[in-house]
């Protein structure tokens, strides 16, 4: 009997396990509506936050406006630090605009500690800064700022620069170095000595120690410096003062200030004197002590300086005569440069000197080596940028510049691997302006154009007045 219950045991689990099976197709039927409907109310859950959210908002909208017409309304106070971050990831022209605001964010935009935090972090954009705009022979007293990054120009007031000229420019660490130059009244000319400091992320101005001797279009550079730089120079200004009498306390703690900043030099040599008589002479301005001091003379047969820039702790200077000489800064002397010779250049095109990551490059404008016999091709002109082999002290073609050179000024300016030239000339009467940039670290160099748009359209005696100089803000 027992045997014969166990086969009906056996039978009945079977089919209760049969009842419990679930086809795979009806098993993967059921949980794709599963995964559906799990989608379903996720999505919906997100429209029905995303419409609580709307709701709120409009709600507080309502409501702040409400209060705000009430004058109810209660201000929301934002850390300061999370502000000073906000702040600092603005761009220069969007920085400007907020210290409009109010004297808070005006005072926290504009603090060393900001402006070292936004130069460490990046945050800066290049902008090329145009001086030199002239009407009727006199300054307009404009500088002209463009900023890469937004492909814009910015007109900024200067009234420091109405009526001067003939200045030269550098900049270094956020600020711009207004040097020399000629002003006139009715009567007469006035030649200066003096320095202006134009800082762009202030707006503010500021003088230090006039030079030696007033120049007029000196060739001018900067160079960083350490601690140890030139101590016996140092100490020489820090005897004078003391035989001098001077003992201010407002100017050690000015000098304690400076301090604080790198220190830096920086070199004015050439240009023309008072007496409209080319200067051969030379000056450096030690940034720790606020001093200007004479340095060696340029050889006699040097010629009038043409043109300089400081690459690598030289300042190199060509002159009208064809020759080239560095100053050592560190050393303090002058090095006769003796290299392979340039092609005969048009010499109505100043030629310019532009060092570009530790590289040294010279643009002149030559008279065409090509044409096999074709007429007119030997007359044309181009402009061509040469290199220096600073080993070997031999110059070889680099780039030829794609426009033809109508500008007998043209400026040129770099950027790390970045070459800028800027060119102005009339026609008919109008000022027409071409901003090329190169980029040196290609294998194939070239020019290419970045802005087209007209500068300082109604001021036509700009082109042989204009100087440049760029800035990381």
């Known amino acids: 009997m027992m045997s014969s219950d166990k086969p009906l045991e056996e039978e009945s689990i079977r089919q209760d396990l049969e009842i419990l099976t679930v086809s795979k197709p009806l098993v993967k039927s059921d949980s794709q509506k599963l995964k559906e409907k799990i989608h379903k109310t996720v999505e919906d859950e997100e429209e029905e936050n995303a419409r609580l959210k709307d709701m709120f908002w409009r709600k507080n909208t309502i409501k702040y406006l409400m209060d705000l017409a009430n004058g109810t309304q209660k201000h929301i106070l934002i850390p300061d630090d999370i ?67 937004q492909d814009r120009w910015h007109r900024i007031e200067a009234d420091l620069l109405k009526g001067r000229f003939m200045y030269s420019v ?96 920086l070199i004015a040599i050439g240009g023309t004197g008072w007496l409209d008589d080319p200067l051969k002479s030379g000056e450096i301005y030690d940034s720790a002590t606020d001093t200007w001091s004479e340095i060696q003379r340029l ?64 643009l002149s ?54 070459l800028m030239g800027v060119e102005m000339c009339t026609v008919f009467g109008q000022v027409l302006g071409f901003f090329t940039v190169c980029d040196m670290s290609r294998k194939e160099v070239s020019w290419r154009r970045v802005s087209r748009k007209q500068l300082i359209q109604k001021f036509t005696q700009s082109c042989t007045n204009k100087t440049i100089a760029l800035l990381h803000l």
């Open 83 to 149: 502000m000073e971050m906000c702040l600092m990831r603005l761009p220069l022209t969007s920085l400007m605009r907020s210290h409009l605001v109010c004297k808070k964010w005006r005072y926290m935009a504009t603090t060393q500690r900001f402006l070292q935090q936004r130069r460490e972090n990046s945050f800066r954009t290049p902008w090329l800064f145009l001086f030199g705009a002239l009407q009727n022979r006199s300054s307009t007293g404009e500088i002209h700022g463009y900023d890469l990054s």
């Open 170 to 265: 550098t900049s270094i660490h956020e600020e711009l170095y207004i040097i020399g130059g000629v002003s006139r009244d009715r009567r007469s000319y006035k030649f200066h000595r003096g320095i202006l400091v134009f800082r762009p992320l202030t707006k503010s101005w500021r003088k230090i120690a006039s030079m030696k001797h007033s120049r007029s279009h000196p060739i001018v550079g900067t160079w960083e410096v350490t601690s140890e730089f030139s101590t016996i120079l140092t100490q020489k200004n820090q005897q004078a003062e003391r035989v001098g009498g001077e003992s201010d306390p407002h100017k050690l703690s000015q000098n304690g200030n400076r301090n604080d900043r790198k220190r830096f030099v």
């Open 299 to 362: 050889p006699m047969d040097f010629g009038v300086v043409s043109c300089g820039i400081i690459c690598n702790g030289i300042f190199y200077v060509y002159s009208k005569k064809e020759k080239l000489s560095g100053y050592d800064i560190e050393r303090g002397f002058w090095i006769g440069i003796q290299t392979s010779p340039i092609p005969s250049r048009i010499r109505d095109f100043h030629p310019k000197l532009v060092s570009c990551n530790q590289r040294l490059f010279m």
């Open 365 to 418: 404008v030559l008279w065409c080596d090509q044409g096999d016999g074709e007429i007119g091709m030997r007359n044309k002109s181009v402009r061509k940028l040469l290199e220096l082999d600073l080993v070997n002290l031999t110059w070889t073609e680099v780039s030829v510049h794609p426009d033809a050179p109508m500008d007998w000024e043209a400026a040129y300016v770099s950027d790390q691997n970045i």
